[in-house]
């Protein structure tokens, strides 16, 4: 099955549906067949409003898109019909079609959706609505992606569920659909597995901390040019339990020195936009101030921030103004990880430090947390945090595991 072209282009070069959707469609001819017919049409503006309604975050907008327009994509090459016009058998068959979608719809490495040509957004025919990966591990390792290696994980699937029911909702406010198939599909256990009750959380040791901080404390030293800045990230990220997203500038908002806030008792705090637009407050341990006096003073700045200071709080490599790609931050951490790993390895201690070789940005987040909730009451934890609820909060206090491990030791394979 011949592989279709992308339908929906970045938020960026999105105009406002709503309002400009003709003037718009004017544009798509690599889509004109669909489009000349009246209910492809009025599916296809319904799909644009419905995810350009999400257009505060980037990433929630990419997340929508992805699944809207698999279903446009199946419906209309595949089933040859309007999402408008499916019933709960064919999203249960669009389900399972995402589950092993066939290899031309398959790509190996990830690539943007349109391209400018000539002035004109163009569709790149090198898209695919699915990609395969190979784990961080596996990639080392020399293995690439291949397209029948492509698997939909269970967080995968569950989103799709919540995102076309949160579609078919919106269909339905707008009279274009008269029932939600989703929400009528009752035994969601054929697609969706019931996981262990908790899972244990992905972090890193103490040991594997202590060298992690002490390898970008050397780095700093001995390059403060270029990495300053990369230990104070580190302290962000598992002091703070920051998620990635919460250090860099995009369009909801740029983090600045302004954000950390003293009180009238004289205690330090950080605001953070958090997921959802929801703004927190996380407390300021004296380490954590510490490490910010260190790193304003390399910046040549006052120890503490001023009321409102507008100063960008994780400036660019190179130029003025703050930090926009995650991907930077990644690779600082991510050279973090390789030097620790290589220290341990050099000190004999290659057994204690595989984990290096895994970890991502976010095992920071859940170490600081991990640590924090033995020591400090939980819902101070949560508030820190932006748990929307303590069952999550809960995840990382690991005692459960460690007394229900401990009274296993002694079980006998052979009872006496």
């Given at each position: 099955?011949?592989?279709?072209l992308?339908?929906?282009d970045n938020?960026?070069h999105?105009?406002?549906?709503?309002?400009?959707?003709e003037?718009y469609?004017?544009?798509?001819?690599n889509i004109?067949?669909?489009?000349?017919?009246?209910?492809?049409?009025?599916?296809?503006?319904?799909a644009?409003?419905?995810?350009?309604?999400?257009n505060?975050?980037?990433a929630t907008?990419?997340?929508y898109?992805r699944?809207?327009e698999r279903l446009?994509?199946?419906?209309?090459?595949?089933?040859?019909?309007?999402?408008?016009?499916?019933?709960?058998n064919?999203?249960?068959?669009?389900?399972?079609f995402?589950?092993?979608p066939?290899?031309?719809w398959?790509g190996?490495?990830n690539?943007?959706r349109?391209s400018?040509t000539?002035g004109?957004?163009?569709?790149?025919?090198e898209?695919?609505?699915f990609?395969?990966?190979?784990s961080k591990?596996?990639?080392?390792?020399?293995d690439?992606p291949?397209?029948?290696?492509h698997?939909?994980?269970?967080?995968?699937?569950?989103a799709?569920?919540s995102?076309?029911s949160?579609?078919?909702?919106f269909l339905?406010?707008?009279d274009?659909?008269?029932?939600?198939?989703?929400?009528l599909?009752?035994?969601?256990s054929?697609?969706v597995k019931?996981?262990?009750?908790r899972?244990q959380?992905r972090r890193i040791?103490n040991?594997?901390w202590?060298?992690?901080?002490?390898?970008?404390?050397?780095?700093?030293d001995e390059?403060p040019?270029?990495h300053?800045r990369?230990?104070?990230?580190?302290?962000a990220l598992l002091g703070?339990?920051?998620?990635?997203?919460?250090l860099?500038?995009?369009?909801r908002?740029?983090?600045?020195?302004?954000?950390f806030?003293?009180?009238?008792?004289g205690?330090?705090w950080l605001?953070?936009l958090s997921?959802?637009?929801k703004?927190?407050?996380?407390?300021?341990?004296?380490?954590?101030?510490?490490?910010?006096?260190?790193?304003?003073?390399f910046?040549?700045l006052p120890?503490?921030?001023?009321?409102?200071?507008?100063?960008s709080?994780?400036?660019k490599?190179?130029g003025?103004?703050?930090?926009?790609?995650?991907?930077?931050?990644?690779n600082l951490?991510?050279f973090?990880?390789?030097?620790?790993y290589a220290r341990?390895c050099e000190?004999?201690?290659q057994?204690d430090a595989e984990?290096?070789?895994?970890?991502t940005?976010h095992?920071?987040?859940?170490?600081?947390?991990?640590?924090?909730?033995k020591i400090r009451?939980k819902?101070?934890?949560?508030e820190?945090?932006?748990?929307?609820s303590?069952?999550t909060?809960d995840?990382?206090?690991?005692?459960e595991?460690?007394?229900?491990?401990?009274s296993?030791?002694?079980k006998?394979?052979?009872?006496?």
């Open positions: 099955m011949k592989a279709p992308a339908l929906i938020l960026d999105l105009p406002n549906p709503f309002t400009q959707f003037s469609i004017q544009t798509c001819t004109a067949a669909f489009i000349d017919n009246v209910d492809y049409k009025r599916d296809y503006q319904l644009l409003c419905f995810i350009y309604s999400y505060g975050s980037k907008f990419n997340s898109r699944e809207v446009l994509l199946w419906s209309w090459y595949v089933k040859s019909t309007p999402t408008t016009h499916l019933r709960r064919d999203i249960e068959e669009f389900i399972q995402c589950m092993t066939p290899n031309d398959i190996l490495k690539v943007s349109f400018n000539q004109q957004r163009k569709q790149n025919p898209w695919r609505p990609v395969s990966h190979v591990m596996n990639f080392r390792n020399g690439t291949v397209q029948n290696g698997a939909l994980s269970q967080a995968a699937i569950r799709t569920f995102i076309l949160s579609y078919y909702g339905m406010q707008e274009a659909a008269q029932q939600n198939p989703v929400s599909i009752r035994q969601k054929k697609f019931k996981e262990i009750t899972k959380v040791s040991l594997q202590d060298y992690v901080i002490e390898t970008a404390e050397i780095l700093a390059d040019f270029m300053e990369t230990l104070f990230i580190m302290n703070m339990y920051l998620r990635i997203s919460e860099v500038a995009d369009e908002s740029a983090p600045t020195m302004g954000d806030i003293k009180d009238a008792d205690n330090w605001k953070v997921k959802g637009n703004e927190r407050l996380v407390a300021v341990s004296d380490d954590m101030l510490q490490a910010l006096t260190r790193y304003r003073r910046r040549d120890d503490l921030p001023t009321v409102a200071e507008p100063t709080l994780i400036p490599n190179r003025r103004g703050a930090m926009t790609s995650t991907r930077q931050i990644r951490v991510q973090c990880f390789d030097s620790s341990m000190d004999g201690m057994a984990d290096l070789k895994v970890a940005v095992w920071l987040r859940h170490t600081g947390i991990s640590e924090d909730v009451p819902e101070h934890v949560r820190d945090a932006g748990h929307a303590m069952a909060t995840k990382y206090i690991d005692t595991y460690r007394e229900r491990h401990a296993s030791k002694k006998k394979i052979r009872p006496d």
